[in-house]
């Protein structure tokens, strides 16, 4: 499975994305909603990164950054060992094909008005030269491989079903072979039979291509079921970042042990012996994050240092990483 | 094999041939559609036909429509005048086509000109936000500015030059298009601005970017189609109040010179002797009515034909 030597594609270093926050007539800058803060992790070639997390703690808008699709306030990305987030323009413009995204609202993300054809032709139109012929070729080709009928290149999106939008914006996220998909929550909007299909369609494409995932998901059944490591966010950081089967079984971080106790099993008897990890209050404004650890607030397990300290985010166990108090003696 | 059967086999066969076809054109689907909205088709067969008379009418009714005939005054409807005479003896069907040819002429270039202005301006200030400071102020500038005293202080400033370097006629055409263009972009402008900020946001704009579309390309391909439909109807307003605009101006004495007939000249003519001759004013305000109706609901068929959304229901 997972060859932990094996080359690193997307290197991210002290990703920070702040939106800055205004007020009063001469919009004042007040403070920033540190949507990202301070994300550092590594995507190997040909793995799936899991990328989990609750609702609002930064998730998408950390897998937009890598992309650029958002001006990250601080930090670096490298993809291939260039810096994506540090390219002009033109520059930037050339790297694109490599990394794409499939986005979260397959209804959203394609243009009503054009055609499915036109859809899937615009990254060759784009960065191709191809005669007429030839994108039509690449386009079914393109269509095959997702598994949409030639027949419905004339249609426009509004005609197709939840799952077969998915695979339109799919065969336009593999139109230009790229390296590496930025998946952003490819499955939520999907209802659940269709889920899998998609699920495995993506797997199955990244065993043929050799494609390169970033699944952010708040699935975790899911992510179980495609990802090699798993990265989970709390507010804006990483929190913990561990291959897939270590991680699962046993959780080091107190969020990460409440967010898997929350996961229904299937097996009656087992799912009556579940005992879950109920968290107390709310998530904290990422405007105003708590002094020391962000997650100090709500941890069943809060010590005094996790108040006044920010822990750092380190390796415990080969390959495991954690932000936690609780394993920063015996780290150090 | 039956008849039966072959039927089927004659439907796959198509179905075979289907999938290899290549994918049309747009224009194709947005042809098929419009041709189903009925309300479209006799507003096109009208507004044809509006054309055709104005266009082919004066070669075949050849009377001038300049020409006095002080004998024929303020005469009704014959086979000589099928429109009767004015009170100057002119006839009344010739000066109505005339009229139509610069009528129609003067709104339709007008709302191309401002449409042209107003969806670039809305569009540049909804996409580049640096822009939209400017831009807007700029729009709510003409928004505030009291237009008809505009109007009039522009044409009696240009009028002059104008029809010295251009000849008379075609002088004042292109000041009153120009006056009546640079006046009236700008609630299409604002429209267009609304509606981009936010198409600005959907998912296929970021989609787009993160295949590297360059910025003009995002306008033509994703923006621009995309508010065709308040343009189109903004459009097909547009050229009512142009027509309307222009006519006021005539009636001011600032528009074309009075000799010259176009449909607003003509109405305003025969108001004051409303009463006496209630035909001399029904005819030209029809006129200009039907042309309107037909535009508008030429625009509405094309609006829905071109939505892909709608098209096909």
Redesign the interface.
């Known amino acids: 499975m997972l060859d932990a030597t094996g080359k690193a594609l997307i290197e991210v270093s002290g990703l920070k994305m702040y939106f800055p926050i205004t007020a009063g007539v001469f919009r004042k800058h007040v403070g920033d909603v540190k949507a990202v803060d301070n994300v550092s992790f590594t995507i190997y070639e040909g793995e799936t990164l899991g990328l989990v997390g609750e609702s609002g703690c930064g998730k998408s808008t950390c897998g937009r950054a890598i992309l650029r699709l958002y001006e990250p306030t601080a930090g670096a990305v490298r993809i291939d060992s260039k810096d994506v987030l540090a390219a002009d323009a033109n520059t930037l413009r050339e790297m694109r094909p490599k990394m794409q995204m499939v986005f979260q609202d397959p209804q959203a993300s394609l243009n009503p008005r054009m055609t499915v054809a036109a859809i899937i032709g615009e990254p060759l139109d784009e960065h191709t030269s191809l005669s007429k012929k030839d994108k039509l070729a690449r386009i079914y080709e393109l269509m095959d491989q997702v598994g949409l009928n030639r027949d419905f290149a004339n249609r426009y999106p509004h005609e197709f079903s939840g799952g077969q939008r998915q695979r339109i914006g799919i065969a336009r996220a593999l139109a230009l072979n790229p390296k590496f998909i930025v998946c952003d929550e490819p499955i939520a909007a999907l209802d659940v039979s269709i889920q899998a299909q998609v699920v495995n369609l993506l797997e199955e494409l990244q065993d043929r291509l050799g494609l390169t995932y970033l699944f952010i998901s708040h699935d975790l059944s899911m992510v179980r079921h495609i990802a090699d490591r798993v990265a989970v966010m709390y507010l804006g950081q990483i929190i913990e970042l561990a291959p897939r089967d270590p991680l699962y079984l046993e959780p080091l971080h107190p969020y990460t042990q409440a967010l898997l106790s929350a996961v229904p099993e299937p097996d009656p008897e087992a799912e009556k012996s579940r005992r879950r990890i109920i968290l107390k209050g709310d998530v904290p404004s990422p405007a105003n994050p708590p002094k020391g650890c962000n997650f100090c607030t709500r941890c069943p397990k809060v010590m005094d240092i996790c108040r006044q300290i920010e822990p750092t985010f380190h390796e415990v166990q080969p390959g495991r990483y954690v932000a936690c108090h609780l394993y920063q003696e015996t780290a150090g | 094999m039956t008849e039966t059967e072959k039927a089927p086999a004659a439907a796959q066969t198509t179905?075979a041939s289907?999938?290899?076809?290549?994918?049309?054109s747009?224009w194709w689907d947005v042809w098929d559609q419009f041709k189903t909205h009925k309300g479209a088709l006799i507003g096109l067969t009208i507004f044809v036909l509006i054309l055709a008379t104005i266009l082919i009418g004066p070669i075949l009714w050849t009377i001038e429509p300049t020409y006095v005939d002080l004998r024929a005054r303020n005469q009704g409807f014959s086979m000589e005048h099928p429109f009767g005479t004015d009170q100057l003896g002119r006839d009344i069907l010739s000066r109505m086509m005339a009229g139509g040819k610069v009528s129609i002429s003067v709104g339709m270039t007008a709302m191309a000109l401002s449409i042209l202005l107003g969806t670039t301006i809305g569009v540049l200030a909804g996409y580049f936000r640096r822009l939209e400071g400017p831009l807007m102020r700029l729009t709510d500038l003409f928004l505030a500015l009291p237009l008809l005293p505009l109007l009039l202080l522009m044409v009696t400033l240009f009028r002059d030059p104008l029809s010295k370097s251009f000849g008379p006629e075609s002088g004042i055409f292109l000041l009153i298009v120009s006056a009546i263009g640079a006046t009236s972009w700008m609630q299409t402008a604002r429209i267009v601005r609304g509606e981009v900020l936010g198409l600005k946001e959907?998912?296929?704009v970021?989609?787009?970017?993160?295949?590297?579309?360059?910025s003009r390309?995002m306008i033509t391909?994703?923006v621009l189609?995309?508010v065709l439909s308040p343009i189109m109807v903004s459009a097909t307003l547009g050229i009512a109040s142009a027509i309307i605009t222009e006519s006021a101006l005539s009636f001011l004495g600032l528009g074309f010179p009075p000799d010259f007939p176009t449909w607003g000249r003509l109405l305003f003519d025969a108001v004051d002797q409303m009463q006496l001759y209630p035909s001399r004013v029904i005819l030209p305000g029809v006129a200009i009515s039907l042309t309107v109706l037909s535009v508008n609901y030429i625009g509405d068929g094309l609006r829905d034909a071109?939505?892909?959304?709608i098209?096909g229901r």
């Open positions: 179905g289907l999938s290899y076809r290549p994918p049309r747009q959907r998912e296929f970021l989609a787009a970017r993160s295949i590297g579309t360059p390309r391909r994703h189609p995309n071109l939505d892909p959304r098209r």
